[in-house]
């Protein structure tokens, strides 16, 4: 698979300004604010690895008629002047006194008027990323002006993708496909977990990721307890089952699955589990077309992972991805999103092999019009095992 070219042309986001633009006159907004990496790569294309750094705020001005405004520190103005923003406003950050308030307060009052509504994310899944002190301050700066929920407007925008968000969605699946092939080569019994690990780290980044910042590394005697542990340096042994989890990015976006090794040999319990998280896959693909809700996938694996009894504490079976390495809608029993051609969606149903041990299987999909698809490339029932006997 070639790659696709970086980045989008400026008719991607003039088409998600019109879409938000035409959702924000129907939820009554004047203008949007935006702070979260995500979200603001959303409108303008800003790509950097400097969100590490918690110490400055980065705004973004949707205004309901016009082009977006950054207001932004100073060291960040360069790279977003590549993007297709034209109006960018900085301020020499960090500023203890006023950190960007009052830059961002004389954009909101004169793109949503002295009595405006400005709608900002405050739903599950989001977060504000400046100060709550500066958030108080801002209100106070504009009133009369209101700062209240977008209702999860923007959440909505982003659910749905284009097909260039798609294609470089499953171009990164194709590199972690390309890693997961190579594991043989690097994992067997007596292979330290670390090493492992780092190993993988090093195939992603040579099959074309541009970084991982997402890889989680159970391993235990046939299954394991959690889906998140890091690695440690316990050499692999006889009858574990190892699960490599990545969520690399490629040009921004997330792939978000994982594979199951078995260690030597797989006992009868491990591999029937392993089959039976094949088969809760092809349930939920067999559901997964526009109309059908969140909540419907859930139940179709879980009728096959616990037999119907309500899922597991890991709480979901599965998620929105994207720019994000999880994002909304949740497969868990009460989420209704109804399902639209263009969402991303994980599939991930966990199943307990033994008393304190489970095994959970990954796969990425996109829902067309007629149905599913692939975007990983899906695993074989039996479980591949590693450093076996002969």
């Keep these: 698979m070639n790659a696709p070219e970086r980045g989008f042309p400026d008719e991607e986001y003039r088409a998600r300004l019109r879409r938000a633009q035409s959702a924000m006159v129907e939820a009554g907004l004047d203008a949007l604010l935006v702070t979260t990496e995500a979200d603001v790569r959303y409108f303008t294309g800003f790509l950097t690895r400097f969100w590490e750094s918690p110490t400055r705020p980065w705004f973004i001005v949707v205004p309901a008629v016009g082009l977006p405004i950054a207001v932004i520190p100073s060291i960040g103005a360069p790279l977003m002047g590549r993007t297709w923003l034209h109006d960018v406003r900085s301020w020499r950050a960090p500023d203890a006194e006023d950190d960007g308030v009052s830059l961002l307060g004389e954009a909101l009052r004169e793109v949503a008027g002295p009595a405006g509504i400005v709608g900002t994310p405050m739903g599950p899944e989001t977060h504000l990323r400046m100060p709550l002190g500066d958030y108080a301050r801002l209100a106070e700066r504009i009133a009369p002006m209101r700062l209240r929920s977008d209702a999860g407007l923007v959440q909505a925008l982003r659910r749905v993708k284009s097909d260039r968000e798609i294609a470089k969605i499953h171009h990164a699946c194709a590199i972690a496909d390309r890693a997961f092939a190579h594991v043989p080569e690097i994992a067997g019994p007596g292979v330290p977990l670390s090493t492992v690990a780092r190993r993988f780290q090093a195939l992603c980044l040579e099959e074309g990721a541009d970084w991982v910042p997402y890889l989680a590394c159970p391993c235990d005697a046939g299954g394991y307890a959690d889906v998140i542990s890091p690695a440690d340096d316990r050499p692999l042994a006889h009858g574990d089952v190892l699960m490599l989890d990545t969520g690399l990015v490629h040009d921004g976006h997330f792939c978000d699955f994982d594979r199951n090794f078995a260690i030597g040999h797989a006992t009868p319990a491990t591999r029937d ?3 039976r ?21 859930f139940h179709a694996m879980d009728a096959i992972v616990t037999g119907g009894a309500g899922g597991s504490d890991t709480g979901r079976l599965g998620h929105g991805l994207g720019t994000q390495l999880t994002e909304g809608p949740s497969l868990v029993p009460g989420d209704t999103t109804r399902l639209e051609p263009g969402m991303v969606l994980t599939l991930e149903p966990g199943i307990e092999v033994s008393r304190g041990r489970i095994l959970v299987h990954e796969e990425n999909i996109v829902i067309r019009e007629t149905g599913a698809e692939f975007l990983s490339t899906p695993a074989a029932p039996g479980i591949v095992v590693l450093g076996a006997a002969g």
């Design 273 to 275: 589990a392993h089959r």
């Design 277 to 297: 998280l094949i088969e809760a896959v092809d349930a939920a693909m067999t559901l997964a077309r526009p109309g059908a809700r969140a909540c419907d996938l």
